[in-house]
């Protein structure tokens, strides 16, 4: 079912994402293999994943659709970007 919010004159837009999501999901999973280091819960990952990818620059695509050759962040400038997230989510984990 889709989510009504997402409409626009009987359209929906959820298919409708940023381009780097799957690119910090898989620096994430590399990067989050040692839980007795840091907190692997459900909150803390989502807390990792949401500031990644506040911290990099949008570039939203159609499901399905072409990515053009614009300047994206590199994998390096990614993982730089989801291991600061690691460190201040372990600083201050929203739980105790």
Known sequence: EQD????INGYSLENVRNWL???VIDVIRETLVTPEKQCC?????EDVYALSLN????H????GGLVLR???PDRTT???AVSA???KVGERPRHD
Request: charged share 20%; hydrophobic share 40%.
């Open 70 to 72: 614009q300047r994206h």
């Open 60 to 63: 939203y695509i159609q499901k």
């Open 85 to 87: 997230a690691i460190v």
């Open 4 to 7: 009504e919010r997402y409409k």
């Open 41 to 45: 819960c459900g909150l803390c990952v």
């Open 21 to 23: 999501e799957v690119q």
């Open 55 to 58: 911290n990099l620059p949008a």
């Open 78 to 80: 990614i993982a730089h």
